[in-house]
């Protein structure tokens, strides 16, 4: 790892604790152990104030420090070293290939000059790296070469976030990177052979994200504009509710009367499509490789019966990801709350993994 993005994407020992910040919610995963070995110790979820994130962009950070802070108390963490990510709109990602025989003064120079070519903010403005990932699948002579940045504002935002709450920021990592590295551990868990594609849909509040895998490479990203806060909307609007009652479903709630057929079902169907259009995306790529299994992660995949009617409706197999699924519970751990929440902490598990790298 080269230039600026070990400050993004840094390496450390753990104990790490990972903190995935949405526009909903924070979710903070703790693990501890070694090797195959890893044990949770410690996970939460904390509502956000409305309009405290925005696209991957956070506002003010006192109010997300807040959460922060609260979510940390509750749910034990001990870690005082921290990985979190960028997405959205505050960061951009490209594969670039480039000659095998490049020295690294060569491919440092050379990432420079492409970086121009996708970076639309002046280069001072911006944290820049890249990872060689090796000889490209399609053609042995060149380099496959990922390249990330984000302003360098997002990265310093969140660093700020993380000193208010009393954390030292360790890892700034890419949030579509975390998924894949929680997947890395789901392959290992459940037996997958590298040369299976999976797809990963993350499901967040206002937007969600299309990752194809292949071994432990990321093939394809895009994200989508919807995501879970369409459903909640719909609640405010049809019983009168204020934000936070209607999400009545993220804390194992009773729904109201009629609600199944008259709100869930219309939503779970248009969230269907939704979905069925971003596989169609993928499909029409260049990157295309047929899928074997479909993964939904994130708040959104807790909706009731969605992987069941999604895989049905797309013909492709479909399940809940969860990377905690084989990993060992510190006794401290409450099973029950876990169960509710494992698909949202896909992203917090990813980054709390780079304490292992």
Known sequence: MNGILGKLLGKGPPPLVGVDIGTSSIKVVQLAGSGDAVRLEAFGVEPLPDNAVSEGVIGEPEPVAAALRQVI????????????????????????????DLSEDDIEAQIEVEAGHYIPYPREEVSLDFEVLGPSPRNADLLEILL????????????????????????????????????????????????????????GAVSSTMIVLRGNRS???????????????????????????????????????????EVLEPFRQNIIQQISRALQFYASSSDYMSLGTLYLTGGGALI???????????????????????????????????????????????????GFD
């Open 73 to 100: 108390k509750r749910a034990g963490v001990t870690a005082k070293r921290c990985a979190m990510a960028v997405s959205g709109s505050a960061v951009i990602t490209k594969m670039i290939n480039l000659p095998d």
């Open 148 to 203: 990330a940045a984000s302003k360098t504002e997002h990265v310093d935002m969140r660093r700020e976030v993380a000193d208010l709450a009393g954390l030292t920021i360790q890892v700034v990592d890419v949030e579509s990177f975390a998924v894949s590295n929680a997947f890395d551990l789901v392959r290992q868990q459940s037996g997958i052979d590298e040369s299976e594609t999976l797809a990963v849909l993350n499901i």
């Open 219 to 261: 093939i394809y990203s895009r994200e989508h504009s919807f995501g879970g806060n369409l459903l909640v909307e719909e609640c405010m609007r049809r019983y009168g509710m204020d934000a936070n009652q209607a999400r009545f479903l993220q804390r194992g709630e009773a729904p109201p009367a009629g609600f199944e057929d």
């Open 304 to 354: 009731p019966g969605l992987a069941e009617a999604l895989g049905d409706e797309v013909g492709i197999s479909t399940e809940l990801g969860d990377p905690l699924k084989s990993m060992r519970l510190s006794p401290r751990i409450n099973a029950r709350q876990l169960d509710q929440v494992r698909p949202a902490l896909t992203i917090a598990t990813g980054l709390a993994l780079r």
